[in-house]
């Protein structure tokens, strides 16, 4: 029952992440609730505190990238929701597939884009600037940019929560 639900609110949260670039709290919030409450009927407080834990861990883990303006407070939050659902013992393991898939889209992006050789020496003047002591703000290359190439994170968490469903993991 969990695991359906689960998938519905990742296919919704994708489509609403690549549709307008959002995730309505209201799904969040439902699918927190629902996961919560589903593991506290299933396991008791043992249950409970797995979705609380895999609630922070799954929250803990995108915090910083929406601190340095990487990405949006939505993804931080639903990604929190997804970890309330699959519980602390298998977000991490959730987290690598939304990485790697994440990593594939915005490759497809940038190839999409012909942006290739910018993005390469962007890439190069950060670890020219890194190794050399210089990591002061960058007019091109930082995660604020206006210009640059974005990607739904929402579409990668929908794609490797099924993945993690599909793979049989949970």
């Given at each position: 029952m969990l695991t359906a639900l689960t998938l519905l609110?990742?296919?919704?949260?994708?489509?609403?992440?690549?549709?307008?670039?959002?995730?309505?709290?209201?799904?969040?919030?439902?699918?927190i609730v629902l996961s919560l409450s589903y593991h506290s009927w299933s396991s008791g407080l043992e249950g409970f505190k797995a979705s609380g834990a895999g609630l922070l861990v799954g929250g803990a883990l995108l915090f910083p990238l929406y601190?340095?303006?990487?990405m949006g407070a939505g993804d931080v939050k639903f990604f929190a929701a997804i970890g309330a659902a699959v519980t602390f013992q298998h977000i991490i393991a959730v987290f690598v597939f939304a990485a790697l898939?994440?990593?594939?889209?915005?490759?497809?992006?940038?190839?999409?884009?012909?942006?290739?050789?910018?993005?390469?020496?962007?890439?190069?003047?950060?670890?020219?600037?890194?190794?050399?002591g210089r990591i002061g703000p960058h007019p091109?290359?930082?995660?604020?940019?206006?210009?640059?190439?974005?990607?739904?994170?929402?579409?990668?968490?929908?794609?490797?929560?099924?993945?993690?469903?599909?793979?049989?993991?949970k």
């Amino acid at each position: 029952m969990l695991t359906a639900l689960t998938l519905l609110s990742a296919t919704t949260a994708a489509y609403f992440d690549f549709r307008w670039r959002r995730i309505p709290n209201w799904l969040v919030a439902a699918t927190i609730v629902l996961s919560l409450s589903y593991h506290s009927w299933s396991s008791g407080l043992e249950g409970f505190k797995a979705s609380g834990a895999g609630l922070l861990v799954g929250g803990a883990l995108l915090f910083p990238l929406y601190l340095l303006k990487g990405m949006g407070a939505g993804d931080v939050k639903f990604f929190a929701a997804i970890g309330a659902a699959v519980t602390f013992q298998h977000i991490i393991a959730v987290f690598v597939f939304a990485a790697l898939i994440a990593g594939g889209m915005a490759l497809f992006r940038v190839v999409a884009a012909h942006a290739f050789v910018a993005t390469l020496s962007n890439i190069a003047d950060i670890l020219n600037r890194f190794f050399h002591g210089r990591i002061g703000p960058h007019p091109v290359a930082r995660l604020a940019n206006e210009n640059a190439l974005v990607i739904p994170f929402g579409v990668s968490v929908a794609a490797a929560t099924w993945l993690f469903v599909l793979l049989g993991s949970k």
